[in-house]
């Protein structure tokens, strides 16, 4: 197992026998996943993705990847939410948050379309003059605002710089497979093309090409990442209340919901987990969020955010469960240097390893935040190496499903998300919005 759950820490919040009470609902949640019989079950294409996904279009991503890694010194991602996040999430993870600096002989990537700032992509051009470029556009829709403002601008900027002929070649597209602006476009300019499954949601999309393109350009592992993912779907196939960490974990979330914990707090002690964070509230709060239901994902890095977030957390108001994802073996680590005058009295520490000081610093942490009031549960990951990765995406996929059944909602679709885009082309004058404009603009001026 590359990724166990310990539920100690919750002992005292969750007692045996609720866990017992509701297993049946959890078994049945499991089953409905399982048999496509549940709300959204055209979306259920994660769940054997790990093993049957197109190995054709996998080599295929494979050579992508190695020609930008020979042609580009920059690769520009454009996507949003599940068109980015787990990408970036992966490749932080797997390579570094610093990847841009690490020493490294694959391209920098940058990360564009996923806000409408004109200050962000103003400084990602910057970054990008005098350099070679290719794009990795990613939208299944292919009709989403942000990424596909940024498009215009790239491909605007790779057809001057390399003439449309050299623009094609540095452009690889990521979207549907037969239907949308970005395919039809792709197909007529003739750009690279890599398919988001129809049966495949954004925010379940890491382990298709919308991340592996983008992270195999990182030079991460992704069959290693695929394998990882594959052994994690064979161990959690069948319910098992005691020994399926996937029921167990959707089983102590849901019970300490409804006890009133509103909030689940994703903790990490690496920053490196930073993006992960992102793409876990992404997954958990679209699939949760909706019918006036669902925990609030939210997240935090320890100890950074000891010293911000850590007094709320020990003594603020009890409405939050800990979920902390603690690996076991750091990627790199060393011996913190003794220093002679011992000024600051760490002397004490001197010749241990820098991880040993984590784990002490999670252990005393844990300890203090339950003795707070504060349920914990623990998510062991052996390493942050691409098997584990692609072993942990999958158990947070999961429980995800499960979870969205044992409330009630269907956790693959997201229709809150459609409020805000139509009010923006609205004000924006956007033609067919008129009289929705003219009542906005009205309750601005208010
Ligand atoms: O999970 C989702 O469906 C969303 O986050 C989408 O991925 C996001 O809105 C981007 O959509 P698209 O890929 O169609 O551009």
Not at 84 to 110: F, H, V, W
Not at 196 to 209: E, F, H, M, N, Q
Not at 365 to 391: I, M
Request: hydrophobic share 40%.
């Amino acid at each position: 197992m590359a990724v166990s759950l310990l539920t100690k820490y919750a002992a005292d919040f969750v007692a045996p026998h609720e866990v017992e009470a509701i297993a049946p609902q959890v078994a049945a949640a499991h089953a409905t996943l399982h048999q496509g019989t549940g709300l959204g079950s055209g979306y259920l294409g994660w769940l054997d993705l790990p093993i049957h996904y197109d190995r054709e279009e996998f080599a295929r991503i494979q050579q992508a990847a190695d020609w930008i890694q020979q042609n580009a010194q920059v690769l520009i991602v454009i996507g949003i939410g599940g068109s980015y996040l787990g990408a970036r999430a992966a490749i932080e993870l797997l390579r570094s948050p610093q990847y841009n600096c690490i020493k490294k002989n694959t391209p920098d990537i940058y990360y564009a379309g996923n806000s409408i700032s004109p200050t962000h992509l103003s400084e990602i051009l910057e970054i990008c003059e005098g350099k070679d470029i290719a794009v990795n556009v990613i939208s299944k829709s292919g009709t989403t605002t942000e990424p596909a403002l940024a498009f215009r601008v790239f491909r605007d900027l790779l057809e001057k710089k390399y003439g449309k002929e050299g623009a094609k070649k540095r452009i690889f597209a990521t979207t549907d497979k037969a239907k949308g602006t970005l395919k039809e476009l792709s197909d007529r300019e003739g750009y690279a093309t890599f398919v988001i499954p129809d049966d495949v949601g954004g925010r379940y999309s890491v382990l298709t090409a919308v991340g592996l393109l983008p992270i195999a350009v990182a030079g991460a592992d992704i069959a290693a990442l695929m394998e990882g993912a594959a052994a994690a779907r064979e161990a959690y196939m069948d319910f098992d209340m005691e020994k399926n960490d996937v029921d167990r974990y959707a089983a102590y979330r849901n019970i300490l919901y409804r006890k009133g914990r509103s909030t689940e707090l994703l903790v990490s002690y690496e920053p490196a987990f930073t993006m992960m964070n992102e793409w876990w509230k992404q997954l958990f709060g679209e699939s949760e969020g909706k019918d006036n239901k669902g925990l609030f994902p939210a997240s935090v890095v320890f100890s950074t955010d000891l010293h911000s977030m850590g007094q709320f957390i020990q003594e603020g108001s009890r409405v939050m469960f800990e979920t902390v994802v603690q690996f076991k073996e750091p990627r790199k680590d060393f011996f913190i240097p003794d220093d002679p005058e011992n000024l600051d009295g760490l002397n004490f520490l001197s010749g241990q390893n820098m991880s040993i000081v984590n784990r002490r610093a999670f252990e005393g942490t844990v300890l203090a935040h339950t003795q707070g009031g504060v349920p914990n549960l623990v998510l062991e990951v052996k390493d942050t190496h691409e098997f584990a990765v692609g072993w942990l995406i999958y158990f947070f996929e999961k429980p995800c499903g499960i979870s969205g059944y044992l409330l009630g909602v269907n956790p693959f679709n997201q229709p809150g998300v459609e409020s805000y885009k139509k009010n923006m082309f609205a004000l924006l004058g956007k033609p067919g919005y008129e009289e929705m404009r003219a009542a906005l603009e009205a309750r601005l001026q208010k």
